[in-house]
């Protein structure tokens, strides 16, 4: 179908702005911030907090009420393994947060190219597990090369019986960049193919493997045991086809958005598909989360 109209009239309003890999890393990380006013006012909660997890991990907990009980979802947020951060990301946490009904920790995990592959793999594991200490039902999240690093640390404790389910949005899952999605959407969508490769390349070290799971879990030969999981992806996006070749080895629930394009999540302000994706994604959560095992 024809992109969303909101989507056309928000692409339309971007025009004018330098193309993404233009930008050096610093004013791509500026760019991230400035972007977050997409997601509209930030809704107040009962408690918000700033968090040091082991190995000195930052991260922020939202609490959508204050019962130590709640259901906890991990979040890893986008950016292409070089930007974003606990602001660039923080209404649309917790947004997550309230209408799934879980208590929420996004992650600052470790940015390249200051901390390359495998540096937030190491970090998004080290979230999990210490999210799993605690004897309440766990949900792992992320949006792009966020839930790279969700998948990742789910595979890595997929036997576990406290990790409900994970919830991948347009997931950055494959560095061959090689499926038609990215030549049908190569520029003209938002972030294209030119986008995501340099991603790719700020986040791996020369002469990695393009396929080692750790980086490209599309490539992970065995799935056996992974948690229900709902991929949600965008028609006019370079990653389409990775993450629903992804969501078919794993017979996965997935929800392609149509006539949206990449990174259209957290833009809930101007976009009603964005705002009925968050609500898509909050039924997944609370119907794992709240369901006795």
């Keep these: 179908m024809p992109l969303d109209p909101e989507i056309a009239a928000l692409l339309e309003r971007q025009r004018h702005l330098p193309p993404r890999s233009s930008l050096d890393v610093a004013a791509t990380r500026e760019m991230m911030r400035r972007a977050a006013a997409l997601s509209g006012p930030p809704p107040p909660l009962p408690r918000v907090e700033d968090l040091v997890l082991p190995t000195g991990l930052r991260a922020r907990q939202y609490w959508p009420a204050l019962d130590s009980a709640l259901p906890l979802t991990v979040y890893f947020h986008g950016g292409r393994f070089f930007s974003g951060d606990l602001e660039s990301h923080d209404t649309i946490c917790r947004l997550l947060a309230l209408a799934s009904a879980s208590r929420l920790i996004a992650v600052d ?102 396929r080692d799971p750790l980086a490209s879990p599309l490539y992970a030969p065995d799935l056996t045991g992974a948690a229900p999981t709902l991929v949600m992806t965008a028609e006019y996006d370079t990653l389409r086809d990775e993450g629903e070749s992804y969501a078919r080895r794993l017979s996965a629930q997935l929800h392609r958005y149509s006539g949206a394009i990449h990174g259209f999540f957290p833009i809930q302000s101007p976009l009603a598909l964005a705002r009925q994706s968050l609500q898509d994604a909050a039924a997944f959560l609370r119907g794992h989360l709240f369901t006795r095992k």
Excluded: K
């Design 109 to 210: 995990y470790r940015l390249a190219p200051e901390h390359p592959f495998p540096a937030a793999v190491e970090d998004a594991r080290t979230a999990l597990e210490w999210a799993l200490l605690y004897d309440v039902p766990v949900a792992i999240a992320g949006d792009s090369a966020g839930a790279n690093l969700a998948t990742v640390a789910a595979l890595a404790h997929r036997h576990s019986a406290r990790l409900r389910c994970q919830l991948l949005i347009y997931p950055m899952i494959d560095a061959v960049c090689a499926s038609p999605s990215y030549t049908e959407f190569a520029e003209g969508y938002g972030p294209g193919a030119a986008d995501m490769r340099r991603g790719w390349s700020e986040y791996l070290p020369a002469g990695a493997d393009l």
